[in-house]
């Protein structure tokens, strides 16, 4: 699978694309495992299962299970990638979420981002306008833009600056069912209203091969892992039995990860003995 020109367009002028069903043959199984991982793991750095209070994430997600590791090897999730990114592209991590509540408008990482990232994102329950569904607001993505950069600027305090809350923001909700995929700029600005206390969603998020002169991005990238207390960006089943074809997507961030073990060593000492000022 490649993106058409018409899709590639799309994705740069409205910093999205809704691809409905593309995995609808695979989804009752990524249910099944997604189901599998938090049994096995609670939720992760919080250390409980959880109680619909509060998000639960995991970090790394899918490379806890064969099975939703190979989501990577799928033609058509490599074939977007590929055409968003190059066929040397990075997987650069996965999250794993229960979703509780509102989600505030905002855009992943920093603004601008030095480097371009993609999110592939897989809801794994029906959701509509109000009950959850992913909303973004077209265009906001292109760093340095007037649009975008007022929206950056103001979207955070929509009801001061205009005269709205940010369920009234205008923006496009992408409504989903399981099987869907939508795939994002990390720039655009995005944020779900009105959903339910378990929302289950994951990602799988990808940049392109940085050159030699933006292997320290990476590396301030991969120490970002830290909080989460990992020694890899990869779980061990990302890596077992990884293909050639795989491993081209893993190697960059192996090669540069080797300062991760000691900021995750520290982070979680800070946790256990935290400063007393």
């Not at 809704?18 to 995995?23: A, E, I, N, Q």
């Not at 480097?115 to 306008?129: E, R």
Request: proline share 4%; hydrophobic share 35%; charged share 20%.
């Amino acid at each position: 699978m490649q993106l058409s020109s018409q899709q590639l367009s799309f994705m740069d002028t409205f910093g999205y694309l809704h691809l409905s069903g593309l995995l609808d043959d695979r989804i009752d199984r990524i249910v099944e495992e997604f189901e599998l991982v938090w049994a096995n793991h609670g939720s992760g750095h919080s250390g409980h299962t959880h109680d619909g209070t509060a998000r639960s994430c995991i970090v790394p997600f899918i490379d806890q299970n064969e099975y939703l590791s190979s989501l990577i090897d799928d033609p058509r999730i490599d074939g977007i990638f590929v055409s968003l990114l190059g066929d040397d592209y990075n997987y650069l991590g996965s999250d794993g979420n229960y979703y509780v509540g509102d989600t505030g408008w905002h855009s992943d990482g920093g603004w601008p981002r030095p480097i371009v990232y993609y999110k592939l994102a897989l809801y794994l329950d029906v959701l509509a306008q109000d009950t959850g569904a992913i909303r973004v607001i077209p265009g906001s993505h292109k760093y340095g833009d007037q649009y975008a950069e007022s929206l950056q600027e103001h979207i955070r305090n929509s009801d001061q600056n205009w005269g709205v809350s940010g369920s009234r923001v205008p923006a496009m909700a992408v409504e989903t069912k399981p099987g869907d995929v939508i795939v994002f700029h990390q720039g655009t600005k995005h944020s779900s209203w009105g959903g339910g206390n378990h929302r289950r969603m994951f990602t799988i998020n990808c940049s392109p091969r940085h050159t030699e002169d933006q292997l320290p991005i990476l590396r301030d990238e991969i120490s970002a892992f830290a909080r989460f207390w990992v020694d890899s960006v990869y779980g061990e089943a990302m890596l077992q039995n990884a293909s050639p074809q795989r491993m081209r997507h893993l190697e960059q961030a192996l090669a540069n990860q080797d300062h991760l073990a000691e900021i995750s060593r520290q982070s979680r000492q800070e946790m256990v003995e935290p400063s007393r000022g």
